[in-house]
């Protein structure tokens, strides 16, 4: 059971519960990632921001108050990121030597964040529909799944879907809500918005 997104920060600063741990990473593990690589990182280099972005919020998360009034927890998650970042950077350039270091040269170039929030909170709102739907699709037969996914993903009309299942039309708008509302449940039980 999946537990809000409260509980869950109050829960990760105990760094013997894996199953919050594995929570976390799976949420914002893949968002740092992709942070890291729309901002010009190799793979394993993006890697490595996770790895330092989720090292640091282990660190630093017993010292963090969760107070929504001030803020989202992703505002937070983000800061730590763009300091990872610089920090690789600075690194890359104190190990570049007297040569020229393309990858120091490139991090210190990166466009500025001016809409980093927006795309983050985008970018946020994507994974955590796939990371719900992902679950919801194990608890779900098949032709409930793809029910929804074609209605509601791919856009299919529901009467063109029901012929496909060969099922009524009803019992198509009845899969569609059941995992509409389910997804809705598991995004609820850990976002913090």
Same mark, same amino acid.
């Not at 999946?2 to 509980?7: E, K, N």
């Not at 190799?42 to 010292?63: F, G, H, K, N, P």
């Not at 505002?75 to 610089?86: E, F, G, K, P, T």
């Not at 299919?156 to 019992?171: M, N, R, T």
């Given at each position: ?12 600063? *105990? ?16 968002? $740092? ?8 990182? !190799? ?40 300091? !990872?970042?610089?920090?690789?950077? *600075?690194?890359? $350039? ?18 500025? *964040? ?23 699709? *194990? ?14 993903? #791919? ?8 012929? #496909?299942? #060969? ?12 995992? $509409? ?13």
């Amino acid at each position: 059971m999946l537990t809000t997104r409260g509980s869950l920060l109050g829960r990760i600063r *105990d760094t013997n519960d894996a199953d919050a741990w594995a929570a976390f990473v799976d949420i914002y593990g893949p968002l $740092v990632y992709r942070y890291g690589r729309r901002k010009g990182l !190799q793979d394993s280099d993006a890697a490595d921001l996770s790895q330092a972005v989720l090292t640091e919020v282990a660190r630093c998360i017993d010292r963090f108050s969760y107070d929504p009034s001030l803020g989202r927890f992703r505002n937070w998650l983000m800061v730590i990121a763009r300091h !990872q970042l610089s920090s690789l950077a *600075d690194k890359h $350039v104190r190990h570049a030597g007297s040569g020229d270091s393309r990858v120091a040269v490139e991090l210190h170039q990166l466009p500025a *964040d001016d809409d980093l929030e927006e795309r983050f909170e985008s970018e946020y709102r994507e994974h955590l529909f796939r990371w719900a739907a992902d679950k919801v699709r *194990d608890e779900v037969e098949e032709s409930t799944w793809l029910a929804f996914w074609r209605t509601s993903v #791919e856009g299919a009309p529901p009467q063109k879907v029901a012929d #496909e299942l #060969e099922k009524k039309v009803g019992s198509i708008y009845v899969a569609k809500s059941r995992i $509409v509302l389910r997804i809705r449940e598991l995004i609820a039980s850990v976002d913090d918005r």
